[in-house]
């Protein structure tokens, strides 16, 4: 994802507002009687939210039948004409294209008919030994390159250089993730023990490889099966990309990740030579191009079709705040189905979605019974997340209504197990992004809770620090970077996370309809409260 880049004084106020970014669990104060009065029309709407209905629609949206809903299947096209029919049924007008529920849009479908890598006589497998993206590496079918130039980190920095004094257009370079630190772990580009953003940001690196016309980066990948695991659901399948057939010009230089395996079939003998750099750059700082021959092998073949997917959309307009709106989302795609084996996910994301149909048909019996909300309400179900939020992000560059008229997205992804943190206490969601942009929607939240639902809030992922970075992961984002505050509800993972055992009889309901009145009652106190949140927070970038 790109980085969002921003002046000086931006980012001094960011790092202030990150450190006070909450990542504590909140334990409501469950002697004080919760609001169980049917007068109260929250409590009213909220408790229209039933596991049995939330059942019946999970039932059929995680059946065998629908396939897994990947993007761009007659399955994820399924998924949609069910939840548009339920919106129907709801009596809810349509706001999409040619008097539909539907916002239609282009993908590029983009997987590798051709993927081979053979060095010295040794042959290596994709996804094994080494992996690379359809989307943003080129065709590159056979090609034999007579050198492979190791360049150090591939840093290209006032204050260090691997590419000084090298032309490397044209060519394969290798190089090491990370930056260079002296023995005390000072780093050489900072002075400092606090790493430069070339540290962790491959990208940079790429971007840098392409502006100096390298033909491919060959990126040592220590952890490929932990890097693998990350990347999984880009990898597993044909990936996807907005667009018509048009893939413009790659910001990025071609790349493969390769494993240390493969990086020393590479050096070959000149590993020792290699060693005596590192303990020199170690020791100086010094940079350093080293000039490998090994017999290398690479054929990259693409293809690419373009497809169609929908995003759904149910609306409820408000009554004296109808030209503002709160967003309720969720992504209803999935993995698919592989060979026999079917990626139902029950809780990845059909929970999501049923909780946000059963949102739909609350908001809609209010409307119809003349309590409806004061602000309008869109309930956007987005394909195309595990592509790499691509529905969501569609949405946010062409919105139906005014984004500036757009005052908070609530996101539902994953809400219908337990972790191991809290397997014995099922009454719990995580809570994301919640005081990012508006230290009113987290306080909201928090009232809400102590008023209506008393489970635990954990705000554990919302840890700037988060090595998982699920902040950056989910649907939300799409939102947040345009500046509309965003909370996500989420149950954390569990050992059928993207995996054919992602089924609903593991579903526990239950959790699911306690923490769908939840994210009902937010939803409900945003589209009805007198003033529109405040936004104090500023975008965080990725």
Same mark, same amino acid.
């Given at each position: 994802m790109k980085r969002i880049i921003l002046c000086v004084c931006a980012i001094a106020s960011i790092s202030n507002i990150q450190a006070q970014y909450v990542s504590h669990a909140s334990i409501p104060d469950t002697t004080v009687e919760l609001v169980m009065d049917p007068s109260d029309l929250s409590y009213k709407y909220a408790s229209s939210i039933t596991k049995e209905d939330m059942m019946k629609h999970l039932n059929i949206l995680a059946s065998d039948e629908y396939e897994g809903r990947e993007t761009g299947t007659k399955a994820n096209d399924l998924a949609a004409v069910y939840i548009a029919r339920h919106f129907q049924s709801l &009596?809810?007008?349509?706001?999409?294209?040619?008097?539909?529920?539907?916002?239609?849009?282009?993908?590029?479908?983009?997987?590798?008919?051709?993927?081979?890598?053979?060095?010295?006589?040794?042959?290596?497998?994709?996804?094994?030994?080494?992996?690379?993206?359809?989307?943003?590496?080129?065709?590159?079918?056979?090609?034999?390159? $007579?050198?492979?130039?190791?360049?150090?980190?591939?840093?290209?920095?006032?204050?260090?250089?691997?590419? /000084?004094?090298?032309?490397?257009?044209?060519?394969?370079?290798?190089?090491?993730?990370?930056?260079?630190?002296?023995?005390?772990?000072?780093?050489?580009?900072?002075?400092?023990?606090?790493?430069?953003?070339?540290?962790?940001?491959?990208?940079k690196k790429l971007k840098t490889a392409q502006e100096k016309g390298v033909k491919l980066v060959l990126v040592i990948e220590n952890e490929l099966k932990e890097f693998l695991g990350k990347n999984r659901r880009f990898l597993v399948s044909s990936s996807l990309q907005l667009g018509d057939g048009e893939l413009g010009e790659r910001e990025y230089a071609n790349h493969i990740y390769i494993s240390s395996t493969m990086a020393k079939d590479i050096i070959g003998s000149k590993d020792k030579k290699i060693k005596k750099w590192r303990e020199k750059n170690t020791r100086k700082g010094k940079a350093k191009d080293i000039c490998l021959k090994p017999e290398l092998y690479i054929d990259m073949q693409r293809d690419v079709d373009v497809i169609k997917g929908y995003n759904v959309m149910g609306y409820v307009e408000g009554s004296d705040k109808k030209d503002e709106l709160v967003i309720v989302s969720a992504h209803y795609d999935h993995l698919g189905k592989r060979a026999k084996d079917i990626f139902n996910g029950a809780d990845d994301n059909?929970?999501?979605?049923?909780?946000?149909?059963?949102?739909? $048909?609350?908001?809609?019996?209010?409307? /119809?019974?003349?309590?409806?909300? @004061? @602000?309008?309400?869109?309930?956007?179900?987005?394909? &195309?997340?595990? /592509? &790499?939020?691509?529905?969501?992000?569609?949405?946010?560059?062409?919105?139906?209504?005014?984004?500036?008229?757009?005052?908070?997205?609530?996101?539902?992804?994953?809400?219908?197990?337990?972790?191991? /943190?809290? *397997?014995?206490?099922? $009454?719990?969601?995580?809570?994301?992004?919640?005081?990012?942009?508006?230290?009113?929607?987290?306080?909201?939240?928090?009232?809400?809770?102590?008023?209506?639902?008393?489970?635990?809030?954990?705000?554990?992922?919302?840890?700037?620090?988060?090595?998982?970075?699920?902040?950056? @992961?989910?649907?939300?984002?799409?939102? *947040?970077?345009?500046?509309?505050?965003?909370?996500?509800?989420?149950?954390?993972?569990?050992?059928?996370?993207?995996?054919?055992?992602?089924?609903?009889?593991?579903?526990?309901?239950?959790?699911? $309809?306690?923490?769908?009145?939840?994210?009902?009652?937010?939803?409900?106190?945003?589209?009805?409260?007198?003033?529109?949140?405040?936004?104090?927070?500023?975008?965080?970038?990725?």
């Open positions: &009596g809810l007008p349509t706001v999409g294209e040619n008097d539909t529920y539907y916002q239609p849009m282009a993908f590029n479908k983009t997987s590798w008919s051709e993927n081979a890598i053979n060095i010295n006589d040794n042959d290596y497998r994709h996804l094994w030994d080494y992996l690379s993206f359809a989307t943003i590496n080129d065709h590159m079918p056979s090609f034999r390159p $007579e050198e492979v130039v190791f360049l150090g980190f591939g840093i290209d920095d006032p204050r260090y250089s691997d590419y /000084k004094g090298n032309n490397v257009e044209g060519k394969v370079i290798m190089i090491n993730k990370g930056e260079p630190f002296n023995a005390d772990s000072i780093s050489y580009i900072t002075g400092t023990k606090a790493p430069s953003d070339w540290d962790g940001n491959t990208w059909g929970s999501g979605t049923t909780t946000v149909l059963e949102m739909a $048909e609350a908001f809609s019996m209010a409307k /119809k019974d003349g309590n409806g909300p @004061r @602000r309008s309400v869109m309930f956007l179900l987005v394909t &195309g997340e595990e /592509k &790499g939020l691509l529905g969501s992000r569609y949405y946010a560059e062409n919105p139906v209504y005014p984004i500036a008229n757009t005052i908070a997205n609530v996101n539902v992804d994953m809400v219908g197990r337990v972790d191991a /943190k809290y *397997a014995d206490n099922p $009454e719990y969601i995580y809570v994301i992004g919640s005081d990012r942009l508006s230290s009113d929607l987290h306080r909201i939240n928090e009232d809400v809770n102590q008023k209506y639902s008393q489970i635990v809030l954990d705000y554990k992922y919302n840890d700037e620090k988060d090595p998982n970075r699920y902040y950056f @992961r989910s649907d939300h984002y799409n939102f *947040a970077k345009k500046g509309i505050p965003a909370i996500f509800f989420f149950s954390g993972t569990h050992e059928d996370y993207h995996r054919p055992s992602d089924t609903v009889d593991k579903i526990l309901f239950p959790k699911m $309809e306690k923490v769908g009145r939840h994210i009902f009652h937010v939803t409900w106190d945003l589209a009805n409260r007198e003033d529109r949140i405040v936004v104090d927070g500023e975008v965080d970038s990725n």
